[in-house]
């Protein structure tokens, strides 16, 4: 088992190593093997917990638990208690074909927790006896020296005793875009978690340089495993449809079960008919009135909605999210990775003549240099045999650097080092200067570190015949170190105040500003910091950003006009965030919140906020998690996006979860409900566009449905109340609503979109499913059936004395009469009286051809009457059939014409075929 928590403990970042080695009871030469095994034993292995899969029968069972299964299955039973036997089966044959299909639609249980489990290292170096040792990282614990380099991944929490030049990848974790520099000086108690240099954290990358910390916390102390915690606290929301559904369901069941108690009471009271025969024609009412399949038509509807998607890069891993992106109203989306490409890239170079501009984005070495006149951008590249200072800045760019540019085994272009080293040799990789080629040139004599004390790196090169000091860094620092500055005319006296404005412009821009410096050096065989902190001569600045996604562009326009409101929540910094969110086109980007402000908050405060910031910037975990509860507070469907571990509990929270798959962690993408094959953005616009079709048409199918079982319903409520003969035994509703669901039922699902779905606003999701228009509907057309189904029911018993051929004609009637009916619902409003309207669909036509050839088999083969009591019909009892069905269809549209007068001449001349309903999306002041 995974230890139990730590004592109480300093912060660590804000105390001394010295300190940290004194509380923890540890040296510089690491814990002695029975010191460290005794730990081990205290603490527990440096393992996080994992969640108990839910077994097998536990989620079959889960099928089971909703009213109208229980109804069903007591009608089973009851109908075995009293020897109907076939009608028992048959209701347990639908019971069972339904929960499988859910039970194998649920699919696997959560991997989150143990995905993230994953992200632990395997393996640590350590000092244990004075001796370095590689061990298992599950064996680590509080008071372990453990040793890092370049690649590694930090095994645990660690307070860092030694750094030589340590840079770290933490964007899984905080969201900084870039390495992160850290040292081991310690900072302040209330430092944020992003910036806390004196501390490496379990699960991140090493990018740069060597180190030694001590262990700190292990497991579920560590930041991800609080994380994991967070993770495993997060409660899942139902999506809206299900809500739908089983309110529904509860009111549908309520209903038929008072209806059924009601009729067989007249029945055996009034009537004076047998009690046995009246529990029976309840029963029977129940099993024609329940819906039996609507939820596998649901379930299908949503399938196909997944293949669909899938098809457009979207991959669903859990059903309902697909109905669920139909009416999300606000995505909250990371920045690094998910609106930017996570590539740091050189896009502006200020030289003494002016500002140039570089094009091309990402580590590709494509683009060009463009001179700045009049804030805009000439055409012409600039030649760089010509214009030698830039030539020569972007020489120093490269020399003064570590990182290397190369393809990987697929032929795409990595850096190998830091990224923000990386984006200067891309820079000078685009005008044709190769960084291995001029380090073999130009040989590094000696080097002055990057420190973030010092601000600034040196080496020392020899550029033709003189050895000359070259230096990149912040552009504050260098400006202190630099009294000149380098023109075309020669060397100037350099003016702080013009570049100043030069490195606030750049930086207002959401640019990340190093400044270049050099000067030639004589009689020197060692740096030290005297050598670089004098009498330098300014080359110019260089403006560094991750770029943003060009499609992404396009997909927040989208998002925007289809009433869908992209929310930034990110861990870098707001002027970069708020710089990304305007080129965008964000809709709120006056200001950025911190998650610093986040926190300060009450959640009535943030409730309000919410509705005017578009950007979040050093955001943690628990500030995103706030953030969803608060905007789902106010009634919003939200998408969250994400890549890191960080994201989990708020993707798991979000009504849906939505992870990067190419640059996502696997955590990320276990606790999402859908991930992004392409790690687009604009995906996620057509994602939700597919769901709205699928909550339309899954509309279309239960408006369809319901008149089927409405009308079986009536019409046998009808004759108990009346005193007459069944028109439809219990065993034919079954059969019916089976056929009529699995064949024409399911042809609405493959129904195109609406010309309108991403123009209107996101649906109310506390709306009803069904709502007055649509209750109207099945109403009116459930009468229609139940006219049809007693009229011919009523005239071929008395034509033909016969009631097994009575019974069949009606059973016949109701399903032409549904199949017809299907035609009407491919549009709830529209006309569906011409070609497009009739023929226009495939599906629909498969479908009521299929329904034809299997009511032929019910009606005609000799089992099929045995087991459903149906009889063979002449071929005038056909037509009339047919007829009926066919009435039907043009009464529908004469209501639908009617409804579109009505619907025209309304204050609002709303269009049924095009809801729009309440807008919840929380608005811009």
């Not at 065989?525 to 403006?543: F, M």
């Not at 209107?760 to 228009?773: I, V």
Request: aromatic content about 4%.
């Amino acid at each position: 088992m995974p230890g139990r928590p730590l004592p109480p403990h300093p912060p660590w970042h804000a105390v001394s190593a010295d300190e940290t080695l004194k509380t923890l009871n540890s040296r510089p030469a690491g814990l002695d093997t029975k010191t460290a095994a005794a730990r081990l034993s205290e603490h527990g292995p440096n393992q996080l917990l994992e969640q108990a899969a839910r077994p097998w029968w536990k989620r079959l069972l889960e099928q089971f638990n909703n009213l109208l299964m229980m109804i069903l299955i007591v009608a089973a039973i009851a109908s075995l208690a009293l020897g109907h036997r076939l009608d028992a089966l048959a209701i347990v044959g639908v019971v069972t074909i339904i929960a499988l299909i859910g039970f194998v639609q649920e699919g696997k249980a959560e991997h989150a927790l143990e995905s993230i489990r994953g992200m632990l290292s395997p393996q640590a170096k350590v000092l244990r006896d004075g001796r370095r040792r590689t061990i298992p990282a599950e064996e680590l614990v509080p008071g372990d020296i453990v040793l890092l380099e370049s690649g590694d991944r930090v095994p645990a929490d660690l307070r860092l005793l030694q750094a030589n030049r340590l840079r770290t990848e933490e964007a899984a974790l905080t969201g900084e875009s870039i390495a992160v520099e850290k040292h081991t000086a310690p900072v302040a108690e209330a430092t944020d978690l992003a910036e806390r240099s004196s501390m490496a954290y379990a699960s991140t990358i090493v990018a740069q340089g060597t180190a030694q910390g001590i262990v700190v916390a292990t497991g579920i102390e560590t930041e991800i495993g609080r994380i994991s915690e967070m993770l495993r606290g997060v409660e899942k929301l139902k999506t809206p449809l299900l809500r739908q559904l089983d309110r529904a369901g509860r009111v549908l069941a309520i209903f038929i079960l008072g209806a059924a108690v009601i009729t067989a009471a007249i029945g055996a009271l009034v009537h004076g008919q047998p009690a046995s025969e009246m529990f029976m024609a309840a029963v029977g009412l129940a099993v024609a009135a329940i819906p039996e399949g609507m939820p596998a038509i649901v379930t299908i509807g949503l399938a196909l909605g997944v293949q669909a998607m899938a098809r457009r890069n979207a991959i669903i891993r859990r059903l309902p999210a697909v109905e669920t992106l139909g009416s999300i109203s606000t995505i909250f989306t990371d920045k690094t990775g998910t609106l930017t490409r996570n590539e740091m890239t050189a896009q502006a170079i200020w030289l003494p003549e002016g500002e140039i501009a570089v094009t091309g984005v990402g580590f590709a070495p494509n683009g060009n240099f463009l001179r700045i006149i009049d804030d805009a951008p000439v055409s012409e590249p600039i030649d760089l045999d010509e214009n030698h200072a830039l030539r020569h800045f972007l020489k120093v760019g490269a020399l003064c650097n570590d990182a290397e540019l190369a393809k990987d085994e697929a032929g795409v272009w990595r850096i190998h080092g830091d990224p923000t080293e990386g984006a200067l040799v891309v820079a000078a990789a685009k005008a044709g200067l190769d960084a291995g080629t001029l380090r073999g040139r130009h040989d590094r004599h000696d080097a002055i570190p990057f420190e973030s004390e010092r601000k600034y790196m040196a080496t020392l090169h020899e550029i033709d015949g003189q050895p000359t000091l070259m230096v990149k860094g912040a552009p504050d620092r260098l400006l202190e170190m630099c009294h000149r500055v380098r023109t075309d005319a020669g060397d100037t006296v350099l003016e702080p105040g013009e570049w100043e404005q030069r490195i606030h412009a750049l930086s207002a821009r959401g640019l990340r500003v190093l400044a270049l410096a050099e000067k030639p050096i004589h009689a020197v065989s060692e740096l030290d910091e005297a050598h670089a902190e004098e009498g330098l001569v300014l080359l110019g600045l260089v403006g560094l950003l991750d770029p943003p996604r060009e499609e992404v562009i396009r997909a927040v326009e989208r998002c925007l006009s289809a009433g869908i409101r992209p929310i930034m929540v990110t861990g870098d910094h707001a002027v970069t965030a708020l710089a990304i969110a305007r080129q965008l086109g964000f809709a709120n980007t006056e200001r950025a919140l911190t998650g610093r402000e986040v926190e300060a908050m009450n959640d009535t405060e943030l409730e309000i906020c919410i509705a005017e910031v578009d950007v979040f910037a050093r955001a943690a975990p628990e500030h995103k998690l706030r953030l969803v509860k608060a905007m789902q507070a106010r009634g919003g469907i939200c998408a969250m996006t994400g890549d890191g571990v960080n994201d989990g509990p708020a993707l798991k929270r979000a009504d849906v979860g939505v992870a990067m798959g190419i640059q996502g962690t696997e955590a990320a993408k276990e606790a999402a409900e859908m991930v992004l094959a392409d790690d687009n953005f604009a995906t996620i616009v057509g994602a939700i566009e597919e769901g709205r079709k699928v909550y339309d048409n899954i509309r279309k199918t239960v408006t369809f449905l319901l008149p089927t079982n409405g009308a079986q319903g009536l019409a046998i409520m009808l004759a108990v109340l009346a005193g007459t003969q069944l028109p439809i035994t219990p065993l034919q509703a079954l059969w019916v609503n089976m056929v009529v669901a699995v064949t024409l039922g399911l042809a609405l699902a493959f129904e195109e979109g609406e010309e309108n779905l991403m123009r209107r606003r996101p649906r109310d999701p506390a709306a009803a499913l069904l709502d007055l228009f649509l209750l109207w509907r099945v109403t009116f057309v459930s009468l229609l059936l139940l006219a049809g189904v007693f009229g011919m029911f009523s005239w071929l018993l008395h034509v033909e004395g016969d009631e097994a051929v009575a019974r069949t004609g009606a059973v016949n009637t109701l399903v032409m009469g549904s199949a017809a009916y299907l035609i009407n619902s491919r549009y709830l409003l529209r006309s569906n009286l011409s070609l497009q309207g009739l023929f226009g669909s495939r599906p629909v036509w498969i479908a009521i051809g299929l329904v034809l050839v299997l009511q032929l088999a019910w009606t005609y083969l000799p089992f099929m009457q045995a087991v459903f009591d149906s009889a063979a019909l002449d071929l005038h009892h056909w037509l009339l059939v047919s007829g009926c069905g066919v009435a039907l269809f043009l009464v529908v549209e004469l209501e639908k014409r009617l409804l579109r007068r009505k619907t025209k001449s309304g204050p609002k001349g709303r269009d049924h075929d095009s809801p729009r309903p309440r807008d919840t999306t929380p608005r811009t002041q």
